[in-house]
Nanobody, 122 residues
Framework: QVQLVESGGGLVQPGGSLRLSCAAS????????MGWFRQAPGKEREIVAA????????YYGDSVKGRFTISRDNTKNTVYLQMNSLKPEDTAVYYC???????????????WGQGTQVTVSS
């Protein structure tokens, strides 16, 4: 229903920052709640952050609270993840995802991007 393309990943030193972007297709982007997830090798996928279609409510995983910020610009069909104070433990492939319905941040997402690699290393 919606196509998602992540960008902005790369290699950064501990303590550094990155800003990920997820560009969405379609004419009804504001109807979709958006999430950022990550998965490291050998670990389960975990939710990082989520935001309602209007941008009025957000959710953050405990491990990133105070460091990451999710936002969206519905005029640009784009959701962002600003990542500050990065740690080696943040190294993972980061995916954006979309869903409709009631906003329960950790509940099922239907549409997924291809992922972008974030590596935090000195």
């Amino acid at each position: 229903q919606v196509q998602l393309v992540e960008s902005g990943g790369g290699l950064v030193q501990p303590g550094g920052s990155l800003r990920l972007s997820c560009a969405a297709s379609g004419r009804t982007f504001s109807n979709y709640h958006m999430g950022w997830f990550r998965q490291a090798p050998g670990k389960e996928r975990e939710i990082v952050a989520a935001i309602t279609g209007s941008g009025g409510r957000t959710y953050y995983g405990d491990s990133v609270k105070g460091r990451f910020t999710i936002s969206r610009d519905n005029t640009k069909n784009t959701v962002y993840l600003q990542m500050n104070s990065l740690k080696p433990e943040d190294t993972a492939v980061y995916y954006c995802a979309a869903k409709t319905g009631v906003f329960i941040a950790t509940f099922k997402y239907d549409n997924w991007g291809q992922g972008t690699q974030v590596t935090v290393s000195s």
